[in-house]
């Protein structure tokens, strides 16, 4: 991928080192990315190289092309994108997030380090040079024919981890169980809907905001351990390469090693919780003068802020999330 810099007037000059954060599937909002490829030539000209890749690897597998729909006169909506064949909604976010890392590159430099959370990874690794647009592509859309099969959902919670444990308790949602950790105020619980309506409804009763995403799945779960293995085979067709630079993983809860296997572990995050504070915390170890959300939102980039809040913690920006971003 091209990662040369290129600064243009404006850029902070004190930005040399950044954490690009490639966050999960339950902050995406199409009106983001469509606003700043419209309002920046650069954003433009990137995303149309990554969708072009994209849709070289998919179309074929039952997909339109992705690129013109989300670039052209008329994009769609959320709605639309979520009603849309399986996988559409996934790799939307893959290019998008794809898209943000390379105009970051071309601006502020290679990154020292990514950090992935959940479906996030697979953008991280791709954007570290592990699999290349087209494979990273391959494994979104893999992806998401396994998730189609994990029935359930995924709600999120106000409260700290051990608060909400308390609650799923009180819930009596046996099946329940917390799958991602975003910070000390926000969790996410997955498990199926009808332990998540009880647990609404405790949480209700105990002035705890909860809000179900708006996702047709669940995940981060035990019970999908025979989806994992689908997903891990899937993975084993790709093509690997060593990591330009670091790579976090919320789910592995650490850097990624030169001997791990990825596709076991990217097949973990259907399977095992994603806990964002702890590789947050060992990816700033890097120094970063910033911190990058490298998706089309900024919940990453806001338990970011919450996970760092010591007076040594480096400024976090959400590009797409901020109109007068200095692309």
């Not at 650069?42 to 690129?67: K, M, N």
């Not at 359930?152 to 919670?157: I, N, S, V």
């Not at 905001?209 to 799945?217: N, V």
Request: proline letters at 9%; charged letters at 20%.
């Amino acid at each position: 991928m091209h990662t040369s810099p290129a600064r243009r007037p404006g850029r902070p000059s004190d930005w040399r080192r950044s954490v690009h954060l490639f966050p999960g599937q339950g902050d995406f909002s199409v009106s983001s990315l469509v606003s700043a490829a419209r309002a920046d030539g650069g954003v433009l000209a990137a995303a149309r190289q990554v969708f072009q890749e994209i849709d070289d690897s998919v179309v074929g597998h039952g997909l339109p092309p992705l690129g013109p729909w989300l670039l052209g006169a008329n994009p769609p909506s959320g709605r639309e994108l979520a009603h849309a064949a399986t996988g559409t909604p996934q790799l939307a976010l893959f290019g998008a997030s794809v898209t943000v890392h390379q105009v970051l590159c071309d601006s502020y430099g290679t990154p020292s380090a990514v950090v992935g959370v959940s479906f996030g990874e697979i953008a991280a690794l791709t954007a570290a040079g592990v699999l290349t647009v087209h494979d990273g592509a391959r494994a979104a859309h893999d992806l998401s024919l396994v998730l189609a099969t994990c029935p359930g959902g995924l709600t999120l919670l106000s409260c700290p981890e051990p608060s909400a444990l308390r609650l799923l308790e009180r819930a009596g949602a046996a099946d329940a169980t917390v799958a991602v950790v975003n910070d000390d105020r926000s969790v996410v619980v997955a498990g199926p809907v009808p332990d998540l309506v009880r647990v609404e409804k405790t949480a209700a009763d105990s002035d705890v905001a909860a809000t179900r995403l708006r996702l047709p799945f669940s995940s981060h779960h035990p019970s999908f351990a025979s989806q994992a293995e689908v997903f891990a085979t899937s993975l084993r067709a790709r093509t690997w390469s060593q990591a330009r630079f670091p790579v976090y993983s919320a789910v592995a809860g650490r850097r990624y090693r030169p001997d791990d296997d990825l596709a076991r572990r990217l097949a973990d995050c259907l399977v095992r919780p994603a806990v964002v504070p702890a590789v947050l915390r060992q990816a700033v170890r890097h120094r970063p003068d910033v911190l990058f959300e490298a998706g089309t939102g900024d919940a990453l980039a806001s338990s970011a802020r919450k996970v760092l809040s010591a007076k040594t913690a480096p400024p976090v920006h959400a590009p797409l999330a901020e109109p007068d971003f200095p692309w």
